[in-house]
């Protein structure tokens, strides 16, 4: 039934860019969050009134996290392939696409985690302080627990917006979904692939958003 609808559609090859779709948003939103995390910390708590606060640290990171946040990120892929070839050793494949996702995603994450923060009551904040907890135990114990669910749907936007990331990088052949609607249906005019292609992108999306909006639910005390 499969063959007579997209007669152009390889099910063994499609089956394997699934994969590697899933195999890149997967990695990537692991060190997203890890490095989203670290930055939005550092921009919250860094900030006017923060625990840390600092206007010099401050303007830096967010700096640093506005710069990458503008670069479109084709142009960013471009601009890391010198580090990317050094750094994994080829500018294609998979693996290849990891620290352009990565570096493209972690700023964007990070200021979400920066509003989930800001989110949390300053009064517990005030509380613990009160009680001598240290800046780590109110990292640990207050910060990021109160700001779960935020973080949590911080996660699933982010992860949505990898699945579109790792399309793009398909293009100068990273492997995915993308790589095998461009070269296997766009180039060889098989619209039928890039149609396929684009319904497992939509239904991966479908998946991550039903996930996190479970977990995100869940985990909400409202």
């Known amino acids: 039934m499969l063959k007579e609808l997209f ?12 994969g590697e779709t899933f195999y890149m948003t997967l990695l990537a939103l692991v060190g997203t969050v890890i490095f989203g995390v670290l930055l ?6 860094t900030s006017n009134g923060g625990l840390w606060q600092n206007k010099g640290v401050n303007l830096i990171v967010a700096s640093v996290v506005n710069i990458f946040r503008a670069i479109p990120f084709i142009v960013l892929i471009l601009l890391l392939i010198p580090f990317t070839k050094m750094l994994i050793g080829t500018i294609r494949g998979p693996n290849a696409a990891l620290p352009a996702l990565i570096i493209g995603s972690a700023p964007f994450y990070a200021r979400l985690v ?23 135990t109110i990292i640990f114990k207050v910060l990021l627990p109160e700001s779960m669910p935020a973080l949590v749907s911080g ?8 699945i579109g990331y790792t399309a793009v990088a398909g293009v100068i052949g990273a492997g995915g979904l993308g790589d095998f609607a461009y070269f296997h249906g766009f180039m060889r005019r098989d619209f039928d692939v890039v149609f396929v292609c684009t319904v497992l992108i939509v ?5 991550f958003q039903f996930i996190g909006d479970f977990i995100t639910n869940k985990m909400d005390k409202r």
């Open 7 to 18: 007669p152009n559609v390889v099910l063994e090859d499609l089956i394997v860019a699934t």
């Open 40 to 45: 939005g910390l550092l921009l919250y708590l």
């Open 114 to 136: 920066e509003i989930g923060l800001r989110e949390v009551n300053k009064g517990v904040i005030e509380a613990a302080q009160s009680m001598g907890a240290k800046t780590k």
């Open 155 to 162: 996660i699933t936007v982010t992860a949505i917006a990898l």
């Open 203 to 207: 239904i991966i999306v479908f998946i």
